[in-house]
T-cell receptor, first 116, second 111 residues
Framework: GAVVSQHPSWVICKSGTSVKIECRSLDFQATTMFWYRQFPKQSLMLMATSNEGSKATYEQGVEKDKFLINHASLTLSTLTVTSAHPEDSSFYIC????????????FGPGTRLTVL | SQQGEEDPQALSIQEGENATMNCSYKTSINNLQWYRQNSGRGLVHLILIRSNEREKHSGRLRVTLDTSKKSSSLLITASRAADTASYFCATALTGNTPLVFGKGTRLSVIA
């Protein structure tokens, strides 16, 4: 099956710094990638939808200036958490879809962010 | 916004017993999917059922879908300790929209 990787798998940073998380589709080209956030013992919440070459669509309540998403190629999307604060500590999971009107989203293994 | 609501929120059973988890959703859907997540790990796709299907099987898993009641159930038969995980349902409104996840059921299978 299709593989999606994330890097880093975990990161610890100081409050006020920015952190970039990469999401790559390893063996397929993803027209659309999605970013989710999961707090401990909670479900996945969709943050944004990212289409290659265009601006991301953010879900209500997600600050686009704080969570910068770039989808510069069909195999790479990045999420940058700017000026991170402890409340941004979470598990960030990306997923990728092969093509329009396909059912399957392939999920990455997640990135655990801890902001001190 | 959350689309699905699972119940129970937590379930504890003995090894060998069956586990049933339910999911309800609010709007029309294109398909519904079930995922498993071990603690602190990524998601594992279990099964996808389309809106025109009523039941699907995969190994020890059985999924039903009742679109009239906007609900689905996941049955795991002959559970094993390794089935201990959180289980989420996720729905897609259309083939183009992202999956929206329910709150999940935490299953504990005691050996």
């Amino acid at each position: 099956g299709a593989v999606v990787s994330q890097h880093p798998s975990w990161v610890i940073c100081k409050s006020g710094t920015s952190v970039k998380i990469e999401c790559r589709s390893l063996d397929f080209q993803a027209t659309t990638m999605f970013w989710y956030r999961q707090f401990p013992k909670q479900s996945l919440m969709l943050m944004a939808t990212s289409n290659e070459g265009s601006k991301a669509t953010y879900e209500q309540g997600v600050e686009k200036d704080k969570f910068l998403i770039n989808h510069a190629s069909l195999t790479l999307s990045t999420l940058t958490v700017t000026s991170a604060h402890p409340e941004d500590s979470s598990f960030y999971i990306c997923s990728a879809r092969l093509a329009v009107n396909t059912d399957t989203q392939y999920f990455g293994p997640g990135t655990r962010l801890t902001v001190l | 916004s959350q689309q699905g609501e699972e119940d129970p929120q937590a379930l504890s059973i003995q090894e060998g017993e069956n586990a049933t988890m339910n999911c309800s959703y609010k709007t029309s859907i294109n398909n519904l999917q079930w995922y498993r997540q071990n603690s602190g790990r990524g998601l594992v796709h279990l099964i996808l059922i389309r809106s025109n299907e009523r039941e699907k099987h995969s190994g020890r898993l059985r999924v039903t879908l009742d679109t009239s009641k906007k609900s689905s159930s996941l049955l795991i038969t002959a559970s094993r300790a390794a089935d201990t995980a959180s289980y989420f349902c996720a729905t897609a409104l259309t083939g183009n929209t992202p999956l929206v996840f329910g709150k999940g059921t935490r299953l504990s299978v005691i050996a």
